[in-house]
């Protein structure tokens, strides 16, 4: 069995919980130990046993409380090497206690007590970022956001995910009449920006089959989308696709930006 639970997901902050009977990790840290540490209670575990934190990228809004993890538990940090070279640079984070980071490769299996991992290209305006998908026998769940558009190579690595996270970070129109400066509205538009929730409900379209138990959409820009425009974007994408799937087959909803989801299991 896999759980799956978002702790917070949004431009303000992302992590995400993954674990099976005895083997727990993280995907990125970038809030509050606390706020962590009270987001795994819901799923009645603790920072002792969590096994890894697995980074996608050194933005602050992934990496923020790596720093306090890092000194205050111990746990073992994995990332690519990019990645893990621009924590080093972030004065932000603290001291990083020596024999903590651990580099890992793309496309290639990292195996940590009963999870395998794969972490796989994005394309972000990061150093080296990346996604992953966490796989437990013959379970499979992912999570993938900040990435500018996506090809059939991420369709490819996400595919037979019985549930995952998604970006749907913002509404294409609420972007451009907003209050954001021309050059940041064209990064976040641009190849190695985010995922507008149109193109997310693409994704969606492309990853859904018969054992799907649940989708949820993250990473939402606080200024430039909302909850139910979402969540209603990515359902029309859904139904207008060439698929044979309607949304209403499958449980999709939003992920937070400041509480903890509900815990998926698979």
Same mark, same amino acid.
């Given at each position: 069995?896999?759980?799956?639970?978002?702790?917070?997901?949004?431009?303000?902050?992302?992590?995400?919980?993954?674990?099976?009977?005895?083997?727990?990790?993280?995907?990125?840290?970038?809030?509050?130990?606390?706020?962590?540490?009270?987001?795994?209670?819901? =799923?009645?575990?603790?920072?002792?046993?969590?096994?890894?934190?697995?980074?996608?990228?050194?933005?602050?809004?992934?990496?923020?409380?790596?720093?306090?993890?890092?000194?205050?538990?111990?746990? #073992?940090?994995? @990332?690519?090497?990019?990645?893990?070279? &621009?924590?080093?640079?972030?004065?932000?984070?603290? !001291?990083? #206690?020596?024999?903590?980071?651990?580099?890992?490769?793309?496309? +290639?299996?990292?195996? %940590?007590?009963? *999870?395998?991992?794969?972490?796989?290209?994005?394309? &972000?305006?990061?150093? !080296? #970022?990346? =996604?992953?998908?966490?796989?437990?026998? +013959?379970?499979?769940?992912? /999570? %993938?956001?900040?990435?500018?558009?996506?090809?059939?190579?991420?369709?490819?690595?996400?595919?037979?995910?019985?549930?995952? *996270? =998604?970006?749907?970070? &913002?509404?294409?129109?609420?972007?451009?009449?907003? #209050?954001?400066?021309?050059?940041?509205?064209?990064? %976040?538009? @641009?190849?190695?920006?985010?995922?507008?929730?149109?193109?997310?409900?693409?994704?969606? /379209?492309?990853?859904?089959? !018969?054992?799907?138990?649940?989708?949820?959409? @993250?990473?939402?820009?606080?200024?430039?989308?909302?909850?139910?425009?979402?969540? +209603?974007?990515?359902?029309?994408?859904?139904?207008? /696709?060439?698929?044979?799937?309607?949304?209403?087959?499958?449980?999709? /909803?939003?992920?937070?930006?400041?509480?903890?989801?509900?815990?998926?299991?698979?």
């Amino acid at each position: 069995m896999l759980r799956m639970m978002s702790i917070a997901s949004g431009s303000s902050g992302n992590c995400i919980y993954i674990g099976s009977d005895n083997t727990h990790i993280l995907i990125d840290a970038g809030i509050s130990r606390k706020k962590i540490c009270e987001g795994l209670k819901k =799923a009645d575990i603790s920072m002792e046993d969590i096994d890894g934190v697995f980074f996608t990228h050194e933005h602050i809004d992934h990496v923020k409380g790596a720093g306090v993890v890092a000194r205050n538990d111990g746990i #073992p940090f994995y @990332g690519t090497r990019g990645t893990l070279k &621009h924590m080093g640079y972030n004065q932000s984070l603290g !001291d990083i #206690p020596a024999g903590i980071m651990n580099e890992i490769q793309k496309d +290639e299996d990292i195996v %940590i007590g009963e *999870l395998k991992l794969r972490a796989f290209h994005i394309s &972000h305006d990061a150093s !080296d #970022p990346v =996604a992953y998908t966490v796989s437990c026998g +013959e379970k499979k769940v992912g /999570s %993938i956001t900040d990435l500018g558009f996506f090809d059939e190579a991420t369709v490819e690595n996400m595919s037979g995910c019985d549930a995952f *996270l =998604a970006e749907a970070n &913002h509404d294409i129109n609420m972007l451009q009449v907003g #209050p954001y400066p021309y050059a940041l509205k064209q990064r %976040i538009l @641009g190849n190695r920006g985010h995922l507008s929730n149109e193109l997310a409900g693409k994704l969606v /379209s492309r990853l859904l089959h !018969d054992n799907v138990k649940a989708v949820l959409l @993250g990473h939402l820009s606080k200024e430039n989308n909302y909850d139910r425009l979402a969540f +209603e974007t990515v359902r029309q994408e859904i139904d207008l /696709s060439d698929n044979d799937y309607t949304s209403a087959d499958f449980k999709i /909803s939003v992920a937070g930006r400041d509480e903890a989801s509900e815990i998926i299991e698979v």
